[in-house]
């Protein structure tokens, strides 16, 4: 019997929708996240304004503020950090899986993720180029036939959007670089070479991590460099 995939609740469609907000500007860090205001624009009742809002608070992009409510929280090179050093051991553990389990399948499927990933990057969409990256790494979630790594990653999905979508607006050349090294991870994956699969998976997410947590640090010096200028200006007046 074939399982028909669950339609998309209506707290879903919230949190994405207001992840799509935070992750292409629209909402910036500090932005007040007024529980009324986004009913009526997304058309809903509160209810799932408010659960939705809980779970991205969860995931690190909504933060509470005192007397404030909740607001759009900053990035933070250290949450990243922590994030991208689970997301590591879970990928790799899923790639190994899927050397194991999964190795027929990974040929028949995986060569059309890369396909779609590398017309991603030659459109130049950043919107494409983080869907097809998430398709690949759920795909290989999927493979190693352990439903407790894609639920584990599932919440953290929102935040992860968000960081790519930060730094791939820099690093154009990175989404090629990335690519290449999705071919290497599934050909290790289709070949049956586990603990390679798991080292190049683990090694991709690491290296990955290093340069937007890079980018963040610069950032954060930047914006405080200009507090501290705004301040002084304001002082000397």
């Keep these: ?34 529980q009324d205001d986004l009913a009526q624009a997304y058309g809903v009742s509160r209810q799932p304004v408010q659960q939705a809002l809980i779970l991205l608070r969860g995931c690190g992009l909504v933060q509470s503020a005192p007397g404030r409510g909740l607001i759009v929280a900053p990035l933070d090179p250290a949450f990243v950090r922590d994030l991208y050093e689970m997301r590591a051991v879970l990928e790799g553990l899923a790639a190994r899986l899927a050397a194991e ?20 990057v ?11 990256d998430i398709a ?68 991709h997410i690491s290296r990955a991590a290093s340069v937007f947590i890079h980018h963040l640090k610069i950032q954060q010096d930047s914006n405080s460099k200009q507090r501290r200028t ?4 304001k002082l000397s007046v």
Aim: hydrophobic share 45%; aromatic share 4%; charged share 25%.
């Design 1 to 34: 019997m074939r399982i028909v995939p669950a339609a998309p609740s209506l707290v879903d469609q919230v949190v994405e929708a207001i992840t799509d907000e935070i992750v292409s500007g629209v909402l910036t860090p500090g932005s007040r996240l007024i």
């Design 101 to 120: 389990r999964a190795s027929e399948r990974a040929a028949r499927e995986g060569p059309a993720y890369i396909a779609a990933g590398h017309e991603a």
């Design 122 to 132: 030659k459109s130049g969409l950043v919107n494409r180029k983080i869907e097809t």
């Design 136 to 203: 690949f790494h759920q795909f290989l979630a999927d493979l190693s036939g352990n439903a407790l790594i894609g639920e584990t990653m599932a919440p953290h999905w929102p935040c992860l959007k968000r960081v790519m979508s930060d730094v791939l607006q820099k690093e154009q050349s990175m989404s090629r670089m990335v690519w290449d090294e999705h071919e290497d991870i599934l050909a290790a994956v289709i070949e049956g070479r586990s603990a390679e699969a798991e080292r190049l998976s683990r090694e």
């Design 230 to 233: 705004l301040a002084a200006r």
